[in-house]
Each structure stands twice: as C-alpha cells, then as structure tokens.
T-cell receptor, first 115, second 114 residues
C-alpha cells in the first residue's frame, strides 16, 4: 500500500491564481480530510468527507473547495489564492467509526507559498 | 468534541522518561484518547490510543485514570530522535451520521537534549 499520497510536494502561486492539491489513498478509507498547518501552529481542519459524494466544512473552510467523486481521491481547490493561504497542507484518511477510535493516516504534505 | 489542554513545550535529556499530560475534562463516554507524533516537515503519525487504565505498545505507554478527565503519554528513555510535537486528541472517530470533525490542538513540543 502506498498509503496517503499528496501532490505536489511544493508549489508557488501568485495571488489570484488557482490550483488543485491532490490527495489519494489506497486503503479504502471512507473518511478523508484536509488540514492546514501554519508555522509553529497545530493543524486546523479545512474540509472533510465521510464518503464519495459527501463533504462538509471544517474549522477554516473559506477560500477552499473540495469534492469527493471516488473513495480514493479527495482534491482540495484554491479558486483564488491569497497570501494568507501560505501554509503546509496535509491530507488524512481513516475508516469510519466501527466501535473503536479510528486512527488517521496522514500524507507527507504540500508546502504552498502564495506571493 | 472534547477540548484538550496540553503543555506548550517540554525539555528533556536523552535516556530520561518523559511524561506528557493532556487534560480533557469534557470527555464523553464513547470517546477514545489518541496521541499523534509529528516530526518537522512530516505529517502526524499515530502513536497510541486508549480508552481507560493503561495501554502499552513498542513506542509508548498511555495512562488514563478512572475519571478519564486526563491522560498521560509516557515515553521511556527518550532519544534525540523523539524530538517532535505530540498531539492529544479525544473523540470516537468520524461517523456517517454526524461527520464528527477531528480537530488537533496546538500540541506539546518536546525537545530532547544530549
């Protein structure tokens, strides 16, 4: 299993540009999520999904869109990048609740710099 | 979702045992306690999870008192490579009907010195 993969690893954007951060997992996990982590800070939840076709907002959803057309993929779209979106983005996945606490598996992250 | 409180940072020396305590006064009956470790430039990694009493694996031990309002992650004989941020999460995992956002706090920055 490759686990959770993210592309690209690093991206530089100009203000106003759009881009999509890719996330894929091969563990057949129903739950997928996107976090952002600013320097020296903890992770903040952007959007999450409990299955194909089902998404919902996290703590900091503004400026980001997501979709979940397949179980495996959960792309994050920035429609008009702003310097405040400079951060490291992590994708994570897990099984849904099955009676015990589920652990999340994280991707390696995408470093985004918006100029 | 139960809020957690952890120390912002801790220092230790190689070979010492490190205990990081997390407070979660509003923990619900169905909630589990999960700890993650994050190295610089990497995503968080699962360390240990427990519900009550004590859990031990090859990496750490987790002590949970009877009232479950706090928990302590214990790292035996730390090395320089244990320098990382440690996050405590409380919840019962994501569910179909409620979504149940999983949120991270600021974590505890552990610095292990030679």
């Amino acid at each position: 299993n490759a686990g959770v993969t993210q592309t690209p690893k690093f991206q530089v954007l100009k203000t106003g540009q759009s881009m999509t951060l890719q996330c894929a997992q091969d563990m057949n996990h129903e739950y997928m999520s996107w976090y952002r982590q600013d320097p020296g800070m903890g992770l903040r939840l952007i959007h999450y999904s409990v299955g194909a076709g089902i998404t919902d907002q996290g703590e900091v959803p503004n400026g980001y869109n997501v979709s979940r057309s397949t179980t495996e993929d959960f792309p994050l779209r920035l429609l008009s990048a702003a310097p405040s979106q400079t951060s490291v983005y992590f994708c994570a996945s897990s099984y849904l609740h099955t009676g015990v606490g589920e652990t999340q598996y994280f991707g390696p992250g995408t470093r985004l710099l918006v100029l | 979702l139960a809020k957690t409180t952890q120390p912002i940072s801790m220092d230790s020396y190689e070979g010492q045992e490190v205990n990081i305590t997390c407070s979660h006064n509003n923990i619900a009956t169905n909630d589990y306690i999960t700890w993650y470790q994050q190295f610089p430039s990497q995503g968080p990694r699962f360390i240990i999870q427990g519900y009550k009493t004590k859990v031990t694996n090859e990496v750490a031990s987790l002590f949970i008192p009877a009232d479950r309002k706090s928990s302590t992650l214990s790292l035996p004989r730390v090395s320089l490579s244990d320098t990382a941020v440690y996050y405590c999460l409380v919840g019962d995992g994501p569910k179909w009907n409620a979504g149940n956002m999983l949120t991270f706090g600021g974590g505890t920055r552990l610095m292990v010195k030679p």
